[in-house]
Structure formats: structure tokens, C-alpha cells
């Protein structure tokens, strides 16, 4: 287990948000991803502080309904849910277990679901393709 780390962070590190839900094993699992690589992460927890509908449209606009939102977890084809999105805005705000998570994000790019392979690249990237 790496030692705990501080709430500062310093320059050499990325700023790294994490949004999920705090019994979620893939929200636990991408938490850890970055800890073990000794990389503070925001962690929200969608229970406790739902996402914002701008956040929730922009997130929308960059990842699509098919890759943020499973066709099984909501019930309903993707492309029915593009259609009416103001009802999947307030779906997905009321029960955040539709989304597939965890959400991560670095900079501008963002991740729906497990995604380690990605994850390494942006550390990759970080640090000069050092890794």
C-alpha cells in the first residue's frame, strides 16, 4: 500500500478528477490506479454531489450517450436517450448508477468506465513517454 499523500499538489503532478460513487469497485480500483503511481485524485462522490446539468451536457457532447451511459443501465436504445435528453439528464442526476463509471478526467480528456490502458497513456504523455 503506497504511503498516504498530501492534499497539495505540486506542479509535476496532474490534476486528475475522479467522479463515481464510493462503493463502486471500478471507482475504488481507478482511486487506487493513480495512488499506487503516487498521484493525488479528486474524488466526488455522485451520491453526495450530483453532477450539474452543464457538466453532465458536456460530458454528453464529448463521450456520446452510447459511451457515457450503458443501453443496458438506462433501460432505453442510446439513440432514444440522444433524442430526449432533458430526461436523461435528470435520469442519470437521480440515480448516478446509469452512468458508466467511474467519470475521469485529465486536462480536456475524460474516460467513461475502467480504462487503464488510456490512463497509462496520459501518465505516459506526462512525463515525456518516460514510462
Known amino acids: 500500500m503506497p504511503a498516504p499523500l498530501g492534499k497539495t499538489p505540486t ?5 486528475i478528477d475522479v467522479l463515481g460513487l464510493e462503493d463502486s469497485a471500478a471507482t475504488r480500483a481507478a ?16 451520491r453526495k454531489k450530483p453532477l450539474e446539468a452543464a457538466e453532465l451536457r458536456l460530458l454528453l457532447d464529448r463521450l456520446g450517450v452510447a459511451a457515457l451511459c450503458g443501453a443496458a443501465a438506462t433501460g432505453a436504445e442510446p439513440a432514444d436517450l440522444a433524442r430526449d435528453r432533458g ?4 435520469r442519470v442526476r437521480a440515480d448516478p448508477n446509469l452512468l458508466r463509471l467511474p467519470l ?24 515525456g513517454g518516460a514510462r
Open 11 to 15: 506542479k509535476k503532478m496532474p490534476k
Open 104 to 127: 475521469v478526467r485529465y486536462g480536456d480528456d475524460l474516460t467513461a468506465g475502467p480504462g487503464e490502458t488510456i490512463w497509462r497513456e496520459w501518465l505516459a504523455r506526462r512525463s
Open 87 to 90: 430526461t436523461l439528464l435528470a
Open 31 to 46: 482511486v487506487r490506479f493513480f495512488r499506487e503511481r503516487r498521484i493525488v485524485v479528486r474524488f466526488v462522490d455522485l
